[in-house]
C-alpha cells in the first residue's frame, strides 16, 4: 500500500496543472504533527494489502517546506518502512534537509523539472525560486548520492510540446552529475487542473453506489482505492490521490475509522462512477480484503431483487 501523506500544507510553485499549483487548494501552511504521523504509520502496518508499505511524504504539497523534514524519515527507517519524497527542488537553503534524508535512509526521491533554461522552466513550474536554485541543489545531491548511493534518485522531466527542445540539455547536466533521468509526458497544462473538474461539483449532491449481493459484477478494482491512501496534514483520508482535499472528497479521520469503513466508503463513493481512472479485474487478495470488509459490515449488501 503507498500511502501519500502531506506532512505540510503548502507548496511554493503554482503549476497550472496542479490542484494546489491552481490553488483549488490554498497553502495554509500547517504542519502534521509528529505524534500523528507516528500513529498513522503505526496504523498503516495493521492494514492488508498485496503491495508492501511505502510512505509517501507528499501528494499536493512540497515536502521541504517542512524544517524537520528529517525526523519523518527516521520515524519510517525505524518501523523499515520505505519512504518517498517527490520535489521540485526549487527551494534555496535546503541543502541540509537534503543531506538529513538521504542519512536517514531515504528510500527514494524524485525530482520534477520541466525546462533547462529558466524562460522555458517558469512557463510550468511558476513563480518562487528558478531553475539555476534547481540546478545547484541537484548537483549538491550528486555528492551526497556518491557518498550514500542507497537512496533511488531520479528526475523527472515533465513532457510538454513547448520544452522538447531542451530535454537533452538535461539529459546531459544528468549524465554528468549521475542522476537517473526520466521524461514523463504532461498532463492537462493549462487546464488549471480543470480536466477533472466536472467530476466534483456534481458528486456534492449524488449518493454513494449501495453494493448489492452481486458486487463483483457492480464495481471494479481502483489501483487508487486499494493500492494507495491519500491523507493530508490533519490526519484526514480523502477519496485518492487524484482529487483534491476538498469537502466532499474527505472520508474521514484515518485514525478513527476502521479498516472495513476505510476500503468501503471509498469504493462506493460517488464520483468513482464518473472517475476516467482504468480499472483492474478482481485479484483473489482484492476479493479477501472485500469480503474481509463486508463480513463486517454486512448492511452495506442488499441481496439481489
Not at 528529517?70 to 520535489?87: G, H, K, M, Q, V
Request: proline share 6%.
Amino acid at each position: 500500500m503507498h500511502y501519500y501523506i502531506d506532512i505540510v500544507d503548502a507548496c511554493n510553485k503554482k503549476c497550472p496543472a496542479c490542484w494546489r499549483g491552481s490553488r483549488v487548494m490554498e497553502n495554509s501552511g500547517q504542519k502534521m504533527d509528529l505524534n500523528l504521523f507516528k500513529l498513522i504509520l503505526d496504523k498503516a502496518a495493521t492494514i492488508r494489502s498485496q503491495t508492501p508499505n511505502i510512505i509517501c511524504l507528499f501528494n499536493w504539497t512540497e515536502p521541504f517546506l517542512h524544517p524537520n523534514i528529517i525526523l519523518y524519515i527516521e520515524e519510517c527507517r525505524n518501523r523499515n518502512l520505505r519512504s518517498t519524497i517527490s520535489s521540485n527542488f526549487a527551494l534555496k537553503n535546503i541543502k541540509d534537509s537534503i543531506r538529513g534524508v538521504i542519512n536517514a535512509g531515504l528510500t527514494k526521491l524524485i525530482i520534477s523539472v520541466s525546462g533547462f533554461s529558466e524562460e522555458v522552466y517558469g512557463e510550468y513550474h511558476r513563480k518562487g525560486s528558478g531553475i539555476d536554485v534547481v540546478l545547484g541543489n541537484l548537483e549538491f545531491l550528486s555528492t551526497v548520492i556518491d557518498k550514500n548511493p542507497r537512496t533511488i534518485v531520479d528526475v523527472h522531466y515533465i513532457s510538454f510540446p513547448y520544452n522538447q527542445h531542451e530535454i537533452e540539455d538535461f539529459r546531459r547536466f544528468c549524465n554528468k552529475n549521475n542522476l537517473n533521468f526520466i521524461v514523463k509526458k504532461g498532463a492537462g497544462y493549462n487546464s488549471a487542473a480543470g480536466q477533472w473538474f466536472n467530476l466534483l461539483e456534481p458528486s456534492l449532491l449524488e449518493k454513494p453506489l449501495t453494493l448489492t449481493s452481486d458486487w463483483k459484477s457492480e464495481v471494479k478494482p481502483c489501483p487508487q482505492i486499494f493500492d494507495m491512501c491519500s491523507i493530508d496534514y490533519r490526519g484526514d483520508l480523502y477519496l485518492c490521490c487524484p482529487f483534491p482535499y476538498l469537502p466532499n472528497m474527505r472520508i474521514g479521520s484515518f485514525l478513527e475509522m476502521d479498516v472495513a469503513d476505510i476500503l468501503l466508503q471509498r469504493v462506493t463513493h460517488a464520483a468513482c462512477r464518473k472517475c476516467p481512472i482504468p480499472r483492474r479485474d478482481w485479484t483473489i487478495m482484492d476479493i479477501a480484503v472485500m469480503q474481509e470488509a463486508l463480513t463486517s459490515r454486512p448492511d452495506c449488501v442488499l441481496m439481489n431483487p
